[in-house]
């Protein structure tokens, strides 16, 4: 039942507040952006069978590790931003010191592969290490470039998580 102005409210009536609109934009934190990231990627390795596994203590350099039988890859998690037709991938750490902010690189020690967590988009991305080797970023293209350059261009359509894992298990 529409209620009149002036008129009391009751249980069950539907009052406008207002016809104006509101939307609400979350901004999530960096902290919060990685949590959301590695669950995502644990949520896909899980779909496809694959045990998955997190560190009990702190001090590692990757996130989770994969267990594709019998092989074991540690996967250090990742927000991929998006920026344009481009998913930017930070390829190091990052930390605030006394002294200011600390960026590191990971190295073939540490990690097997950056997974990464497209929000934007809601799609997850495996990368091997051997494509990571001394970058501090990665770009995944998602529709062509407006000068068509193929050469040199990461697809994000060929780092698709899933399909990444599939191929890592064999038949």
């Given at each position: 039942?529409?209620?009149?102005?002036?008129?009391?409210?009751?249980?069950g009536d539907r009052v406008a507040l207002s016809d104006a609109q509101t939307t609400l934009e979350?901004?999530?934190t960096t902290d919060q952006k990685?949590?959301?990231?590695?669950?995502?990627?644990?949520?896909?390795?899980a779909d496809l069978g694959l045990g998955v596994f997190k560190p009990l203590t702190d001090g590692e350099r990757y996130d989770l590790i994969f267990d594709l039988r019998p092989l074991l890859v540690r996967v250090q998690c990742k927000w991929a931003a998006l920026s344009d037709d481009v998913l930017i991938v930070r390829c190091r750490s990052c930390r605030r010191t006394r002294s200011g902010l600390v960026h590191r690189g990971y190295?073939?020690?540490?990690i097997d592969a950056i997974a990464a967590y497209a929000g934007d988009i809601g799609r997850c991305f495996f990368v091997p290490f051997e494509l990571l080797a001394g970058r501090s970023t990665l770009q995944l293209r998602l529709a062509p470039s407006r000068n068509n350059q193929r050469t040199g261009i990461n697809w994000a359509d060929d780092f698709d998580l899933g399909a990444r894992l599939m191929a890592l298990l064999g038949p």
């Open positions: 039942m529409e209620r009149r102005s002036g008129d009391r409210a009751r249980s979350v901004v999530l990685g949590a959301a990231a590695e669950l995502a990627i644990a949520h896909v390795a190295t073939a020690d540490e």
